[in-house]
């Protein structure tokens, strides 16, 4: 993981990121002696993203730790899309798109020029809103992430496909029915479907955005439940508008207003005794 | 008062509607009349068969193959210019250019397919031939491949603008799941965005074959008027159009057979784009259907 990213020189961009060569790798107090575990896997710092004139986040610090889901909770429009995509660097896109602060990955500020694009994505993996397989095969398109990364050897690429499906919950489904088009699956198989072909590619992080809100009710207690078993092995990150399935499945709560972090800890505590006024009036729905 | 004004607008619509039918069916009906009577004369198996056109001469043959041959030579060196450009065009467009660049380039270019094609013709004459000729002494001075190319240069925009509008229509979704894994723009493009669009793609091509085929005043121009069963690019050949130019502007007598092979050509020409209008009208049909 060390190197992963600086492969190459690939920072089209250029980021208002002052700080970022001077600030040292290590961020945690080093007379601290925390086991590794416990070591932070992502840490933003004062982070603001603009777009345009509009400031959709604002001055945002958050440490995450490994292995853990973090749920990403407010109302509409407060910034939880905006803040999620950040990690895999996916706002790039958007042509008025402008970003300050620090964001690290395994103490790698993802930011700095000498990150390639491809590689961050491969390490970070993202599940979208509305289940968005490729018009091609069941089997294409959980290897495509493989195929892209110049994998040639077949019989890998087919363990690697059944893995992710297994992995997935979605093998029994669809192992008879590997060429056949991934349109033809239900909402619900191809949200799974997604969930496996960001798998396929091995990320140590997944983002997840609102990944149940266009799904029925067993099809989002399966992912829920999926969701929660890939905890052991990855860092989960998942953006709901739905108060109880935040309250299922994750260990830590981010509650967002109006692009600002209001208030971030384990959810538990937030559930059940926020230390925010607007954080209580909101998980009880007296507004959002 | 105001009622009276509505029908006559509703029926002077409908009875311009029913005109433009009447017209086509009249034209098609001539069309297949004028054929009818030239195939009682010449056989359909000759006419498929024989090698040489030249209903002109004394020596009389009515073979359509040189008149398709130099049809589809000259239609096949246009989309080979026409097609890696318009498509890397499009894709420069749809997945790479700023949007307002893309804004301002596509009325741009659409205007290749507005200026008059015998200007174009023209330009082939004297500019590219005699260019190629510094490089290929043995090239005529009327030749389809001059005709081919510039050609292709004018059915671009049939190309790149309905493709970039296929490629664009792309759901966003299945780009940002595309870099999400690690992939390139390159690779998302040609890997997911290429084939998400293919068959809008396709439907480009074919109308760009089409009005390949009917192009009339550049090949009449730049390619020559002889019949000739070849595929050699740097030798005069004559297109259907052409052919039909030629007559039609001649002295031929009307009701004559000669008259008559005007009306064998077009229907051949007649029935080549009909049936690629059609099957680019399925296709996009079933195209529509499936992003709904
Ligand atoms: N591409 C964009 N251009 C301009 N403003 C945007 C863009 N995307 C989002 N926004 C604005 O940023 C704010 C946060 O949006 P978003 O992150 O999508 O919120 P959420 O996911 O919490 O609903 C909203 O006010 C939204 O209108
Ligand atoms: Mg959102």
Request: glycine share 6%; net charge positive.
């Amino acid at each position: 993981m060390e190197s992963l990213f600086i492969l190459g020189t690939n920072g089209k961009k250029n980021y208002n990121n002052t700080m970022s060569e001077i600030m040292t790798e290590k961020t945690e107090d080093p007379k601290i002696e925390t086991p590794i575990e416990e070591k932070y896997k992502l840490q933003t710092k004062d982070v603001n993203v603009f777009y345009g004139d509009f400031q959709a986040i604002k001055d945002v610090s958050m440490n995450i730790k490994p292995r853990s889901i973090t749920a990403f909770i407010g109302p509409s429009g407060c910034g939880k899309s905006t803040f999620l995509r950040l990690f895999n660097r996916m706002n790039d896109y958007i042509e008025d798109f402008k970003m300050e602060g620090k964001i690290k990955i395994d103490d790698i500020n993802i930011y700095k020029k000498k990150i390639q694009l491809e590689q961050l994505r491969k390490e970070v993996g993202m599940v979208f809103q509305k289940p968005n397989p490729f018009p091609k095969s069941i089997f294409e398109n959980v290897a495509y992430g493989l195929k892209i990364q110049g994998i040639k050897d077949k019989k890998l690429i087919a363990q690697r496909v059944e893995k992710a499906l297994v992995q997935a919950d979605l093998w029994s489904e669809v192992k008879d029915n590997l060429n056949k088009s991934a349109l033809t699956l239900s909402g619900g198989q191809q949200q799974r479907l997604c969930i496996a072909r960001t798998l396929a590619v091995e990320p140590s992080i997944i983002l997840m955005d609102e990944p149940t809100s266009a799904l029925d009710p067993i099809s989002t207690a399966k992912i829920e439940e999926l969701i929660y078993h890939l905890k052991k092995d990855y860092t989960i990150i998942i953006v709901t508008h739905n108060m109880q399935q935040a309250s299922r499945i994750s260990d830590y709560t981010a509650f967002f207003y109006m692009g600002e972090l209001i208030e971030f800890d384990k959810t538990k505590k937030i559930f059940t005794n926020p230390e925010k006024k607007r954080t209580e009036n909101y998980i009880t729905g007296r507004f959002g | 008062m105001r009622k009276i004004k509505e029908l006559i607008i509703e029926k002077s619509l409908l009875s311009s509607a029913l005109v433009t039918i009447a017209v086509t069916i009249g034209i098609i009906l001539v069309l297949a009349i004028e054929a009818f009577l030239f195939f009682k004369e010449v056989s359909i198996f000759d006419f498929f068969t024989d090698t040489q056109w030249t209903p002109l001469f004394t020596e009389k043959h009515y073979g359509i193959l040189p008149l398709l041959s130099g049809t589809l030579l000259t239609t096949f060196i246009a989309i080979s210019v026409a097609l890696p450009i318009g498509l890397s065009i499009s894709i420069y467009l749809s997945e790479y250019a700023p949007r307002s660049f893309r804004k301002t380039i596509k009325p741009l270019l659409e205007l290749l397919a507005a200026v008059p094609s015998v200007v174009y013709g023209f330009f082939a004459l004297v500019v590219v031939t005699p260019y190629l000729q510094q490089f290929m002494p043995s090239l005529s001075g009327f030749n389809s491949l001059s005709a081919g190319i510039v050609m292709g240069i004018m059915i671009i925009p049939f190309v790149s603008s309905l493709s970039e509008d296929a490629l664009f229509a792309v759901p966003k979704d299945l780009r940002e799941a595309s870099y999400g894994m690690g992939a390139t723009r390159l690779q998302t493009a040609f890997k997911v965005v290429v084939p998400a669009a293919s068959s809008g793609i396709i439907v480009s091509i074919i109308l760009a074959i089409s009005r390949a085929i009917g192009e009339t005043m550049i090949v009449a121009i730049a390619a020559g008027q002889q019949p000739r069963l070849t595929l050699d690019p740097t030798v005069p050949v004559e297109t259907i159009t052409a052919y039909i130019v030629q007559v039609s502007l001649g002295d031929v007598q009307h009701g004559s057979l000669e008259y008559r092979t005007i009306f064998a050509a077009g229907i051949t020409l007649f029935v080549f784009t009909f049936l690629l209008n059609t099957l680019s009208f399925r296709i996009r049909k079933k195209y529509r259907e499936k992003y709904e």
